[in-house]
C-alpha cells in the first residue's frame, strides 16, 4: 500500500503499474541517502529499470546508478517492494542475513534426541503433525538407539480403536513400555477418555522407561489440557532440496551408515553415490508437490518411509549381489513398487 501522499505523474510504461510509480515516487519523497531525486532518476533510467522488471532475479542484476551498491539490505528491499512485489521476501531474507545470519532463514533440524532427552514418564509427548508429514520412522530410529524397539506398542486411532488404546497404556505403564497412539484426531470421541487417563498419570506409579506418544492433526477437539500439559513438537515436511536433504542424512544411524556395503571398498563407494541419488530424488518429487498439477496431477503423500524402505533394499542388494549392481531390481522396486505404487494418474507415470 502507500501513504495516500501526492503523487507524481507516471511516466510512459505499460509494464509499471500504478502502485508501482505510487511506491517509487514517496521513496523519491524520503529525500535523504539513496532517496534524493530518486523518482527523477527513475524516470531518467527507465528502460533499465524495465530489464530489472523483466529479471528472473532482479536482486542479481546490475542496478541503474549502482544503487544496489549503495543500498542497505532493508533500502533494497523497498524498492523491490516498488519494482518487483514478488521479490519482497528475498529481500527481507537479506535483511535477516545481514543483522542476525544465516541460522535464522533455515529451520533446525529435527531433534527427537534432545526431545526425549528432556521428557519424564508422566509428560505426554505431542506430534503436531501437517500434510505430509510422518514422524514414525524417526521414532522408529530413536527407539532402536535406547533399546525400546521390542518394548513399544503402536495403535493408530480410528473407529473402535480406543479400547485397544487404552489396553496398551495399562500396559504400558506396568511394564515400562512406549506407547505410542497416532492420528488422535481421527477418535474425537475418545479423546475425553485420554484427557482422564493423562490427568491421572503419577510419576510415582509409573517405570521411569514409560513414556506415551501421541500424533495428530491440528483439531478443536484434541484435550486442551493434554496440550498444555504435553511436550509438543511440529512436524512438517522440510522445505527445499538442501532442507530435505538434510533432513535425510541427519536421520540416518552412523553405524547402519557404515556398515552398508563394507563387503568391498567398491560396494560402499556404490552404495554412498546411489543413496545420494535417491535422496535427491526423494527430495526431488516432494518438491514438486508445491507446484500444484504441473508438479504431479494428484497430490501424492511421499513420506519418509518410502525413501527407507529404498534406502534399506538399496543396502541390501548392494551387499548381496557385490561386485554386480542389479540396476534392474532397484529401479522396479524403487519407481515401480516404493514410489510408483503410490501414482496412480496416468499422466504421472513415465511409459
Known sequence: GTTGANIRHRPEAQWLVDASWARVSELGDLNKGPWVGFSDNFIADIDQWQHIFDSDDPIKEKWPRGLKEKMTPLQRSLVLLAVRTDQTIKGLQQIIDAKLGKEFLEPPSFNLDAVYADSNNCTPLIFVLSSGADPMAELIRLATKVDMLERKAAVSLGQGQGPKAEAAIKE???????????????????????????????????????????????????????????????????????????????????????????????????????LFGLFFFHALIQERCNFGPLGWNIQYQFSEQDRQICADQLKIFLQESDPIIPYKALCYTCSECNYGGRGTGAGDRVP
Open 172 to 274: 504400558g505403564k506396568e511394564q515400562g513400555m512406549w506407547v505410542i497412539l497416532q492420528n488422535c484426531h481421527l477418535s474425537v470421541s475418545w479423546m475425553p477418555r485420554l484427557e482422564a487417563i493423562v490427568e491421572e498419570l503419577d510419576p510415582e506409579k509409573l517405570a521411569p522407561e514409560f513414556r506415551l506418544w501421541l500424533s495428530a492433526m491440528p483439531s478443536n477437539e484434541f484435550p486442551v489440557s493434554v496440550l498444555q500439559n504435553g511436550s509438543k513438537m511440529t512436524v512438517e515436511p522440510p522445505k527445499g532440496l538442501k532442507s530435505n536433504l538434510l533432513r535425510a542424512y541427519t536421520g540416518i544411524e552412523e553405524e547402519w551408515f557404515n556398515e552398508a556395503g563394507a563387503v568391498s571398498k567398491d560396494c560402499q563407494k556404490s552404495f554412498r553415490k546411489m
